[in-house]
């Protein structure tokens, strides 16, 4: 290379590094201006004492906030202490859902000296793999309805409604939901396209708003509920009084994510909140939510049922009463329980943290109140709330549980990742948000796949621990396969806490 090509590019070299030299200035004059309007900005706002006695500064205070919801769960928190879900139930969920090895080595971090923690107790004579069995299949609205629901699915896709979750998300759980035989609650947010395209069973919710069944007026419209019924896929009809994470408080979808598709499907107006009341106005009393079932059934030919957290139980008692009174076929096909600690939607804080009873409490009042009454083979039980991993599932279904709905559990199978942007349509993954940028991350052929594998390696590995109690299958769990940890460590059989079945005396004292 001869002189005079050196020169040149030397020369182009110092005309580069002296125009970089020329933004780096001009960006330093533009930051050291920006630094003093909001110095002149935070010493003269009076809404934030932080900010007004240390300007500039004192804005890294709820940057460092915002940003520790995410770096928390990676960095500081321990595999078992994040709530509402810690690491270790979520590590198991995504190694299932990616079909991977799911065990592991040296040890369990788990202690087994917290109260209200459970343990199974193995058979010294294990089923066998050879005798083991599928687990039985359950009629709902057997005799009752004209088309009653057959199924052996035990692990299913609990109530989220489209608007809450995403295009791609439904679609991936409505194929994946097919491909392993087990249903998908569309949620209050009525029936779209994207519930049908897998070809899944569905059991379509009605909340407080009649969303996808309303006439103009917002009324129970017969003739939208039977378009809705006509559906083979749609298998049964669930009403719903009160979800997880807000007893007493309708579903809120807030206005950014109602999108015109989403306002179709539902009969609302394009980017208006959607606040659904807080209880049915058809109905106020045991009688009148008896009289909506049988109307339902009647129109649809389905099974029927509700959907409800428990709180007081006076209301269970006469409602007990009343379908003795009129007759058994008066009675819900099913009734699922939504744990207090449940929910994926929007919701108070005053709600979400202190209404309604935990599942360990309601699931087992409500089985044996049934069961006092004569009502527990009519009625079935469906019970949902933060059932994400294997122990739950076995221990919902030996406290009495014919099903068990997952919502979260599946979010994860999807690629949640806790962020808790579920509300604001800022989901990071895709999942729970409208905005066409983030939904491209989710593949719903891939993430149908990884709901299949969820479902799959869930029934499997609670077949494993049924089988390790030295029974068939799942449905054959019993509360004396289960102790709980009492408050001083030590593990108590949970059928002596809880009995099978109660003395009517003891049931009776609920109602105090």
């Not at 080595?105 to 459970?118: C, V």
């Not at 759980?173 to 087990?182: N, Q």
């Not at 939208?224 to 807000?246: H, N």
Request: glycine residues 10%.
């Amino acid at each position: 290379m001869d002189l005079q090509a050196v020169a040149a590019i030397q020369g182009f070299a110092v005309k580069v590094l002296q125009l970089f030299a020329l933004f780096f200035a001009f960006g330093l004059v533009l930051l050291v201006l920006y630094v003093v309007y909001i110095y002149l900005s935070d010493i003269r706002q009076t809404k934030h004492a932080i900010r007004r006695n240390f300007p500039v500064l004192g804005r890294f205070r709820y940057q460092f906030e915002h940003l520790g919801e995410f770096f928390r769960q990676y960095f500081f928190a321990l595999d078992r202490e994040e709530m509402p879900f810690n690491r270790a139930q979520r590590s198991w969920v995504y190694r299932a859902a990616k079909n991977i090895d799911s065990t592991l080595a040296f040890g369990s971090t788990r202690p087994l000296n917290q109260p209200g923690d459970i343990v199974f107790l193995n058979h010294p004579f294990p089923t066998l793999a050879k005798d083991a069995v599928p687990p039985r299949e359950v009629t709902v609205g057997a005799g009752v309805a004209r088309m009653p629901y057959t199924t052996r699915s035990i692990f299913n896709i609990s109530g989220m409604s489209f608007g809450a979750l995403s295009v791609p998300a439904v679609t991936a759980l409505s194929k994946g939901a097919k491909k392993a035989g087990i249903w998908l609650n569309t949620g209050e947010g009525g029936l779209s396209s994207h519930h049908l395209s897998g070809g899944c069973d569905i059991v379509f919710q009605i909340g407080t708003a009649k969303y996808g069944v309303r006439d103009k007026e917002g009324n129970l419209s017969d003739k939208k509920l039977a378009e809705v019924a006509a559906y083979e896929q749609v298998k049964m009809f669930e009403l719903k009084l009160s979800q997880g994470a807000k007893p007493g408080k309708g579903g809120i979808l807030p206005g950014i994510k109602v999108t015109p598709e989403i306002a179709a499907v539902r009969g609302i107006h394009v980017g208006e909140d959607s606040i659904s009341p807080n209880g049915h106005p058809e109905f106020r009393d045991v009688g009148g939510l008896l009289d909506m079932i049988g109307h339902i059934r009647e129109v649809t030919g389905k099974p029927t049922g509700f959907k409800c957290v428990i709180g007081s139980s006076n209301w269970l008692h006469e409602l007990c009463e009343t379908i003795q009174q009129r007759g058994i076929e008066s009675a819900p096909d099913f009734i699922t329980i939504d744990s207090a600690d449940g929910g994926s939607g929007a919701a108070p804080q005053s709600l979400m943290d202190y209404m309604g009873l935990p599942l360990n409490r309601s699931l087992p009042l409500v089985v044996d109140l049934l069961a006092q009454y004569g009502l527990r083979d009519r009625i079935k039980i469906i019970c949902a709330g933060k059932l994400l991993t294997p122990s739950m599932v076995a221990w919902a279904l030996a406290m009495g549980a014919d099903f068990i709905n997952c919502g979260r559990g599946f979010m994860f199978a999807l690629g949640c990742i806790q962020a808790m942007q579920c509300n604001r349509n800022t989901c990071p993954t895709g999942v729970t948000t409208h905005n066409p940028d983030l939904q491209q991350g989710l593949d719903p052929m891939d993430k149908a796949e990884r709901v299949y594998n969820y479902a799959r390696n869930m029934a499997y590995e609670v077949g494993t621990i049924a089988h390790s109690c030295g029974v068939a299958e799942p449905r054959q769990l019993r509360r004396s396969d289960v102790e709980v940890i009492n408050e001083r460590g030590v593990p108590m059989p949970l059928s002596d806490t809880v009995p099978d079945v109660k003395p009517k005396s003891v049931i009776a004292s609920d109602r105090d």
